[in-house]
């Protein structure tokens, strides 16, 4: 170990048109150790990020390997000083295999010229055993869930033998379990002196892991401290400039109100938000896929009375049913079109007058859902990759509110956003119970499903281990649950 930053950042800014996204911002690296990088969606840490792993250039400042000023004018540069980055929105190819994904660029070779291909799926298959994964090496990536994709991101990072490795939200889609794969696999690297970024939006998961943490706050370092000497509230205070807010339960659901929706075991009433916890593969989204009708459903299912479980989802939506789905950049946004397009898109037909869609029309009422849920963006016409992540949620939750929905299913509704963005659809899951909307969301966070559900369902095994209030339950109960053993 060393006292000198392996990499480090001296008064670097960057300005885009119209933006100054980092000011003179000071970030030191050093081997060994992990660095917690957090901040708001838009408080600069993806350019940061993106200007240490040669993505981006600095418009001022300085960088430094060991001492010494390096440029980084493209990953290639990055790569060679052995800087890897494990990026949250995943940068894999669907119609490639695991071993390939792993490899692209970066191929084994034989005799200097032919792919060693035998040789790559030997190292990816020890590599997904370190994460305690053994998936195929020759799984096309596309056929593997959100979770599994994650680890194969982990696992493209781990074979370039990085002496930096920056994590951005590297468990947002992982259970509990495999968080603590990573864990081990972090603090291996670190005992071997690389050097580990960490950014995630889960304050204890930090607190836990990091051995310091730099504060961003509109492109300003605003806090710097050893993880030791601080809490979760010193955190959220530096990042929003206030306190995190308690979510008072004030629900309109009634045990007296009939179901609203009614699957087998489940069944949500008019202002009851229903929290679905379990671990990865325990059956949570598909639940959620059979109600929304992307999967078939071995129970009938009853929407306000009506039996909807023979319509397609189409159909079902214009019942009153509506779904966020838990991975926005594949299944919740087209990124070719601009905000106002993407929130509108489910009620073209309802908005359209005689079989005419006015380009009026449609601004106006994704306008109105811009205004409504407080998405920060100039107006429906911007591009709808310029929003941050939790803007960007907001969205796909907007595009489900325009259908006029009963009852809304939402599948890890705050997967890889900041804690002011999560508090901001706290807030809005407790409006729309408060008007009458049923809510079933599903999440792998105790601390969230017991904050803001009024009643808990725990899935284990593709079926529900049980059914508590809020109020009743325990982390030691839910995880119990979680894991097959009784409630």
Known sequence: MTDLPILEARGVGKTFPGTQALDSVDFAIYPGKVHALVGENGAGKSTLVKILAGIETPTTGTLLESGRPIRLESTRDADRFGIGVIHQELNLLPDLSVAENIFVGHELRRYGVLVDRAGQRRVTRGLMARLDHPIPPDTLVGSLPLGR????????????????????????????????VLFRVVRELTAAGVAVVYISHRMQELLRLADDVTVLRDGRVVGRAAAGEIDAGWIVARMTGRAAEAHPRETAASSDKPPVLRAGEIELRAGEIVGLYGLMGAGRTELLESLIGLRSSQDPVWLDGARIDRLDTAGRIRRGLAMVSEDRQRSGLVPTLPLGANITLAALRRLARAGYLSARTEDRAAAAQIADLGIRAAGPRVPITALSGGNQQKAVIARCLLTSPKVLLMDQPTRGIDVGAKEEIYRLMRRLATQGMAILFATSEIAEVRDVADRILVMA??????????????DEALVAAAGGGAA
């Open 461 to 474: 095994r593709g079926r529900i281990a049980a059914a508590v209030t809020a109020a009743q339950a325990t």
């Open 149 to 180: 994709r994650q680890l194969v991101e982990i696992a493209k990072a781990l074979a370039r033998r990085v002496r930096v490795l920056m994590m951005d939200e590297p468990t947002s889609a992982l259970s509990a379990a495999e968080v603590e």
